[in-house]
């Protein structure tokens, strides 16, 4: 065996020895799963003082169909269950709200934006699938309400509540547990 088929075999030998040593878990970037976190106050003293401030909280998160999710959000005083649309957005999925509760936060029913001769899956060359939902569906202003971090495994949403006409803000921030 000639000196330069030695050392290709020597090569192939140590590539192969460092490929089979790998000992890293694959990463879970599915934001399915249980988040564990707590629920923060902002904006009304009555309220805050009926939560003190920040309680534990967990927030159940189940993909119910393409790009739909179910969050049932719960603790000691709250337990609530929606339903949200995610979309892609570069190291992130932004979530927005569906169906009726769209309708009411945005004024017009979701996928209106499309009637304007857009056509679903004519996302252009780098646009996100964010980018995409906020060109179609939104107008510049619009409020949106959490995402998730998959990297970091971490979900985050906002509430409003309402207490007589004053509305606030109840904050969940959680990491996966499972």
């Given at each position: 065996m ?5 050392l ?5 030998v140590i590539i192969?020895l460092?490929?089979?040593?790998k000992?890293?878990?694959p990463?879970?970037n599915?934001?399915?799963g249980?988040?564990v ?10 309220a805050?003082?009926?939560?003190q ?7 159940d998160?189940?993909?119910?169909g393409?790009?739909q999710?179910?969050?049932h959000?719960y603790?000691?005083d709250i337990?609530?269950t ?13 979530v927005c709200l569906?169906?009726d509760d769209?309708e009411?936060?945005y004024?017009h ?7 304007g ?6 996302i ?9 939902h906020?060109?179609?569906e939104?107008?510049d202003?619009d409020?949106?309400f ?6 970091n495994?971490?979900f ?10 004053t509305?606030y803000m109840?904050?969940f ?6």
């Amino acid at each position: 065996m000639n000196t330069k088929a030695k050392l290709f075999l020597v090569v192939a030998v140590i590539i192969g020895l460092a490929a089979c040593n790998k000992t890293e878990e694959p990463i879970d970037n599915s934001i399915e799963g249980t988040y564990v976190g707590t629920l923060t106050v902002n904006g009304l003293k009555s309220a805050s003082e009926t939560m003190q401030g920040s309680t534990s909280a967990t927030a159940d998160v189940t993909k119910t169909g393409d790009g739909q999710i179910e969050v049932h959000c719960y603790n000691d005083d709250i337990d609530t269950t929606f339903m949200l649309n995610y979309f892609d957005n570069h190291d992130s999925i932004m979530v927005c709200l569906n169906g009726d509760d769209f309708e009411h936060m945005y004024g017009h029913m979701y996928g209106q934006g499309h009637m304007g001769g857009g056509m679903m899956g004519d996302i252009t060359n780098g646009e996100t699938e964010w980018q995409h939902h906020m060109d179609d569906e939104h107008k510049d202003g619009d409020e949106h309400f959490g995402g998730f971090d998959p990297m970091n495994h971490t979900f985050g949403y906002r509430f409003r509540m309402f207490e007589g006409d004053t509305s606030y803000m109840l904050n969940f921030q959680g990491s996966k547990s499972n």
